[in-house]
């Protein structure tokens, strides 16, 4: 089973477009509670209602080898039907992207992760080789700084696009494997509806709402593809930090469970009047 096929059927299956970033964060965290026992925690309370994970490497880097085995034991433990996005936004010259290809895919066994394309395309290619694994190109991400290099107009073709576009595009064209996403932020959601717009079967990995306040309407709305297959939504904080008490688990079950169902509700409300 490719990603695509795996990320298609943990939708249909959990009824769900909903992605957790698992990003532990001990000043945030009840006290006492270890980053795995804190993570398994979250995946048993929300397993039955999200299509993917999505662990954000720095929160393990940032706590040497205690976070990296960490890190390990909850891939582990992630259900296999279960997608698992490496949020680790590599990107280098194709030897070292080479290897950190290896770590992730080979290594650690996620199916899909994040890479900048700054770069170009050697070092994004030996993570598109791996054909059944998912690589999302980071195209317009969900933080104010975005607007620094990614609204930047640039001459192609005679023409003036701005960045992320150019990226959007470069992005279909090395899309030979059918395994290419983008990162494209809620929190810019004109942005968003015109790549969605420009590239209507590629998979999107959307940030940004929850703590980042951006429109989940909008989001669905413009984020969504005709087969409801291809839109993940993230959410991270506002789930798994839903409480800093004892009752951090349900908590998060909780607010998984709500932000799910709005998903589902305005995508239904989508498709009714489209």
């Given amino acids: 089973m490719n990603f695509i096929e795996k990320l298609a059927a943990a939708i249909h299956k959990n009824q769900s477009r909903l992605c957790v970033g698992l990003d532990p964060n001990p000043e945030l965290m009840p006290r006492g509670v270890g980053?795995?026992?804190?993570?398994?925690?979250?995946?048993?309370?929300?397993?039955?209602l999200v299509c993917a994970y999505k662990p954000q490497f720095a929160f393990y880097e940032a706590l040497g080898q205690e976070g990296m085995e960490a890190l390990r034991?909850?891939?582990?433990?992630?259900?296999d039907n279960i997608v698992?996005?490496?949020?680790?936004k590599r990107g280098d010259i194709g030897n070292t992207s080479k290897a950190y290809a290896k770590a992730i895919f080979d290594d650690l066994n996620c199916d899909a992760t994040t890479v900048n394309p700054y770069l170009g395309f050697d070092s994004i290619e030996p993570f598109i080789q791996y054909?059944?694994?998912?690589?999302?190109?980071?195209?317009?991400?969900?933080n104010p700084g975005a607007a620094d290099f990614q609204s930047l107009h640039?001459?192609?073709?005679?023409?003036?696009?701005?960045?992320?576009e150019i990226v959007a595009q470069?992005?279909?064209?090395?899309?030979?494997?059918?395994?290419?996403g983008l990162v494209v932020g809620a929190t810019y959601p004109e942005d968003l509806k015109q790549i969605r717009q420009n590239h209507p079967k590629i998979p999107l990995l959307i940030p940004g709402v929850g703590a980042q306040e951006g429109d989940l309407a909008l989001t669905v709305s413009y984020g969504a593809d005709s087969s409801g297959?291809?839109?993940?939504?993230?959410?991270?904080?506002?789930?798994?930090?839903?409480?800093?008490?004892e009752d951090f688990a349900l908590a998060a079950h909780r607010a998984a469970?709500?932000?799910?169902?709005?998903?589902?509700?305005?995508?239904?409300?989508l498709n009714q009047t489209t």
């Avoid at 980053?35 to 039955?48: G, L, M, Q, R, W």
Wanted: some cysteine.
């Fill in 35 to 48: 980053i795995f026992e804190f993570n398994k925690a979250v995946i048993d309370a929300t397993c039955a």
């Fill in 73 to 79: 034991q909850t891939i582990h433990y992630i259900p």
């Fill in 84 to 88: 698992i996005i490496a949020d680790a």
């Fill in 131 to 142: 054909r059944n694994k998912g690589v999302f190109i980071l195209c317009r991400t969900s």
């Fill in 154 to 164: 640039c001459e192609t073709e005679n023409r003036l696009h701005p960045l992320f």
């Fill in 170 to 180: 470069k992005a279909s064209q090395w899309n030979q494997y059918d395994n290419i």
């Fill in 229 to 245: 297959e291809r839109m993940i939504v993230n959410s991270s904080r506002q789930i798994i930090f839903a409480s800093q008490g």
């Fill in 257 to 269: 469970l709500t932000l799910r169902d709005q998903i589902n509700r305005h995508l239904s409300n």
